[in-house]
T-cell receptor
Framework: KAGVTQTPRYLIKTRGQQVTLSCSPISGHRSVSWYQQTPGQGLQFLFEYFSETQRNKGNFPGRFSGRQFSNSRSEMNVSTLELGDSALYLC????????????FGPGTRLTVL | AQSVTQLGSHVSVSEGALVLLRCNYSSSVPPYLFWYVQYPNQGLQLLLKYTSAATLVKGINGFEAEFKKSETSFHLTKPSAHMSDAAEYFCAVSQGGFQKLVFGTGTRLLVSP
């Protein structure tokens, strides 16, 4: 069974641009969560989607948004990029919306210049 | 709010020595606790999880952790370190029925020959 896939793996943008990251969960998984990882702030929860509904959101500005499609694939969007948005963005999927373990993808490395 | 504290940003051991990575949690209700490992340029891999079924939890790659409520701890151990264990380890807590993980700051394990 294929794992969580994230595209693209690397991305370079400039300040003020917007970016869309994609995540395909493991087949059959319905919950998708997103995390930001930076050297300074560590791993921080962005949001979680289950059955196309955002169930939980972390403490990030409104520039960060996401969505989930009917096939459970998810995208996150960051508008008006800032230098501080440079990070590894990790997507995780789980079978259902409870305490099941989350399976992480390899991440998308975003660099904002 | 729940949180975890990992003591020691770096831990160095010799190959064959005991590995002990410390994690203390803060939670007003029984938590769900996890240990993840991250190798360079990769996502997170689940080592083990505590979901109240048993206080001693065995995971992959010879790792185990013991939940101690009286000490609010969930330390990770491995009897004999291998070179391949060199990586960053994260303790995380989940609570509330949502797929939101709150991570510790991580401990980088260095293994010398």
């Amino acid at each position: 069974k294929a794992g969580v896939t994230q595209t693209p793996r690397y991305l370079i943008k400039t300040r003020g641009q917007q970016v869309t990251l994609s995540c395909s969960p493991i087949s059959g998984h319905r919950s998708v969560s997103w995390y930001q990882q930076t050297p300074g702030q560590g791993l921080q929860f962005l949001f979680e989607y289950f059955s196309e509904t955002q169930r939980n959101k972390g403490n990030f500005p409104g520039r960060f948004s996401g969505r989930q499609f009917s096939n459970s694939r998810s995208e996150m969007n960051v508008s008006t990029l800032e230098l501080g948005d440079s990070a590894l963005y990790l997507c995780a999927s789980s079978l259902q919306a409870d305490y099941n373990e989350q399976f992480f993808g390899p991440g998308t490395r975003l660099t904002v210049l | 709010a729940q949180s975890v504290t990992q003591l020691g940003s770096h831990v160095s051991v010799s190959e064959g020595a005991l590995v002990l990575l410390r994690c203390n949690y803060s939670s007003s209700v029984p938590p769900y606790l996890f240990w993840y490992v991250q190798y360079p340029n990769q996502g997170l891999q689940l080592l083990l999880k505590y979901t109240s079924a048993a206080t001693l939890v065995k995971g992959i790659n010879g790792f185990e952790a013991e939940f101690k409520k009286s000490e609010t701890s969930f330390h990770l151990t491995k009897p004999s370190a291998h070179m391949s264990d060199a990586a960053e380890y994260f303790c995380a807590v989940s609570q509330g029925g949502f797929q939101k993980l709150v991570f510790g700051t991580g401990t980088r394990l260095l293994v010398s020959p």
